[in-house]
Nanobody, 124 residues
Framework: QVRLVESGGGLVQAGDSLRLSCAAS????????MGWFRQASGKEREFVAA????????DYADSVSGRFTISRDNAKNTVYLQMNSLKPEDTAVYYC?????????????????WGQGTQVTVSS
């Protein structure tokens, strides 16, 4: 059974940093492209960042490029999202997802497995 479990969310002030983690089990982690998506209240889920199985290639949404960094540790079956210079508009539930792909994807339907999400709230 595949499980993706996010952690690290919380309440922070604008300008602060957070690091999200996603621990994976039940899949060959090193063969999956991993992604982060987020969903703000009343809005559709949107792509945030993705990274290839090797960590050699990544992709970011324009809204987070330069502030967020995705990384992975295949030995720990964990993917991370380092979020710096947080803004109130970054407030959302953040989801980790896994895709059977070689290259990063920004498309939600490309991802097969999803975590339950972790809440990030940024106050102004």
């Amino acid at each position: 059974q595949v499980r993706l479990v996010e952690s690290g969310g919380g309440l922070v002030q604008a300008g602060d940093s957070l690091r999200l983690s996603c621990a994976a089990s039940g899949l060959t982690f090193s063969r999956n492209t991993m992604g982060w998506f987020r969903q703000a209240s009343g809005k559709e889920r949107e792509f945030v960042a993705a990274i290839t199985w090797s960590g050699g290639s990544s992709d970011y949404a324009d809204s987070v490029s330069g502030r967020f960094t995705i990384s992975r540790d295949n030995a720990k079956n964990t993917v991370y999202l380092q979020m710096n210079s947080l803004k109130p508009e970054d407030t959302a539930v953040y989801y980790c997802a896994a895709a059977w792909r070689v290259i990063p994807s920004t498309i939600e339907s490309d991802y097969t497995y999803w975590g339950q999400g972790t809440q990030v709230t940024v106050s102004s």
